[in-house]
Each structure stands twice: as C-alpha cells, then as structure tokens.
C-alpha cells in the first residue's frame, strides 16, 4: 500500500527554522516526483514545487522559489520542505503528494505549520 | 505560468441531479489536466488524470473531458458524499498551477 506519512503539526514564531517531513512507503521511493501543495487557512491549493528523490532534481514554482527549500534522502525514503526565517504569512496547511505523471495521485496527511509571535 | 480558472465558484445542486465543473486553462495544456475532490478537515483526492481518466476506485458518475484549454468535470448523479470543493490542476514544463476551486453545495 502507498503511503505518505508527514511530520506533525509545528508552532513555530516568526524568523524561526522549520523542516518537516514526508515519508514514503509502498513503493519504489526513488521512482516518482514528489510534490508539494500549500492551503492557507479558508483557501484553495497552491502547487510549491517538486523533487525527484532519485538524483534530487528539483523544480519550483516562481510563486515559491526562494522562500523554501526542498530536499530529499533517498536513503530514508523522505522528502522535506524547510523555510530559514519564516513569516506570519506562511501559516498554513502543506501537503506532500506523489507525482503520477502530471497528477498528484497519494497524498501525505497534511502539516500544520503555524507561525504567530 | 499558466492561470487556471475554475467556473462556477460556487454550484448547488440536488442529489441525484447532474453536476457540470468548468476548468478554463490560460494556455494550452494539452491534456495534462487532473480533478482533485477535497472535503473538509483531509488532504484532496485524485479523481481524474490525463483529463479524462478516472483514478483508482473512483465511481463511474465521475467523468472529465476536454484538451487545450476548455477542461469539464461532470458528476452524473450526485450523491450526498459528493459535496465537497473541486480542483483542477494543469502540469506543463516542470510547473504545476491549480484552479481556485468549485464548490459544490447541496440545493
């Protein structure tokens, strides 16, 4: 069974680190894109960007590149999302999610990250 | 980046009625369009891939066409588990952009 299994909820203030997780499992780890999704609090979807845990080819969207970073171990089968000064702005709900192609087919549980002084 | 633009934002419908989600993308995605079903408190569903292609386990009143740019969802008979907000989502050139999403409510 495919699973992604994410880090959990995080409370975190502003300017402080943060790197959550998404473990993968059931299949070949190495073998599919991994995606990440941001939902702020009421709002739709917002795709992040990706990594390919193989050789750790990353693309982000323009909307994100810069403000996170993400990176994967292969070894351990996971995939991370990690800011170096987060903002208020970045309180949200993220999702990992397995790449099929040009769809997102299993998706991690969610994290909720919350950033509040 | 491409924009994709969802229509209508919110749709109410009976159960058992047919249910029509538009998805308009602002250029081209051939048929690299996928359908996400999210219900509150969990992570969204794949429902449709390659535009037209249902997912794993998803019901038969669940149908999607179009190419280019003019995408459709269609829900044949709604049942009362179908209520939830609806995404589409383009991929294109290493870049993924989501719609803003449908929601559709019970009439």
């Known amino acids: 069974e495919v699973q992604l299994v994410q880090s959990g909820a995080e409370v975190k203030k502003p300017g402080e680190s943060l790197k959550i997780s998404c473990k993968g499992s059931g299949y070949s780890f190495t073998s599919y894109w991994i995606g990440w999704v941001r939902q702020m609090p009421g709002k739709g979807l917002e795709w992040m960007g990706i990594i390919y845990p193989g050789d750790s080819d990353t693309r982000y969207s323009p909307s994100f590149q810069g403000q996170v970073t993400i990176s994967a171990d292969k070894s351990i089968s996971t995939a991370y999302l990690q800011w170096s000064s987060l903002k208020a702005s970045d309180t949200a709900m993220y999702y990992c999610a397995r790449h099929l192609g040009a769809a997102l087919d299993y998706w991690g549980q969610g994290t909720l990250v919350t950033v509040s002084s | 980046e491409i924009v994709m633009t969802q229509s209508p934002a919110t749709l109410s419908v009976s159960p058992g009625e047919r249910a029509t989600l538009s998805c308009r993308a602002s250029?081209?995605?051939?048929?690299?369009l996928a359908w996400y079903q999210q219900k509150p408190g969990q992570a969204p569903r794949l429902l449709i891939y390659?535009?037209?292609t249902r997912a794993t386990g998803i019901p038969a009143r669940f149908s999607g066409s179009g190419s280019g740019t003019e995408f459709t969802l269609t829900i044949s008979s709604l049942q009362s588990e179908d209520f939830a907000v609806y995404y589409c989502?383009?991929?294109?050139?290493?870049?993924?952009?989501f719609g803003q999403g449908t929601k559709l409510e019970i009439k």
């Open positions: 390659g535009a037209s």
């Open positions: 250029q081209s995605v051939s048929s690299n």
């Open positions: 989502q383009q991929y294109n050139n290493w870049q993924g952009t």
